[in-house]
């Protein structure tokens, strides 16, 4: 697991780029874990409103422009693929779905949060005992600190 949390050379950093790149946005996992737990593709229009209420945007709308590009890179990573639907009425809608490269990928950042979680854990520990205080049970969020 520490290779998967420490690339050591430029092509594992390349083979698991989402390693680190994107950490502050948590973008990628997220449109990942929207489409593994869909049962049918979702077009983006979806993946935008879902992941407002995913635990990265906590209701908050997410940019759909930064959606869509995301999307547009991960099709490019062979991550989804997506297929237009001409089925319905209206405009034509682009539907993505998760390959199993994408499954690989979302495997991984499973792994890496894990491993992200544990670093700022021991990262936090060692910040109360620099101040000489007890590590806080629950962290104080948002604007109540």
């Known amino acids: 697991m520490w290779a998967a949390c420490h690339p050591k050379s430029e092509g594992e950093m390349a083979e698991c780029h989402e390693l680190g790149k994107s950490l ?61 639907d001409t089925d319905k009425s209206g405009p034509a809608k682009k539907l993505y779905r998760l390959t199993d490269a994408g499954r690989r990928t979302l495997r991984r950042w499973l792994d890496s949060l894990g491993c992200y979680a544990l670093t700022i854990g021991e990262l936090r520990g060692a910040i109360a005992t620099s101040l000489g205080i007890d590590l806080p049970e629950a962290p104080v969020c948002g604007d109540a600190a």
């Open 24 to 84: 502050s946005k948590l973008l990628q996992p997220t449109i990942l874990y929207l489409l593994a737990a869909a049962d049918e593709p979702l077009h983006g229009y979806v993946i935008s409103q879902q992941a407002a209420d995913s635990p990265m945007f906590g209701g908050a709308k997410p940019d759909p422009t930064g959606i869509y590009r995301q999307l547009a890179s991960m099709e490019k990573e062979g991550l989804v693929a997506s297929h237009w």
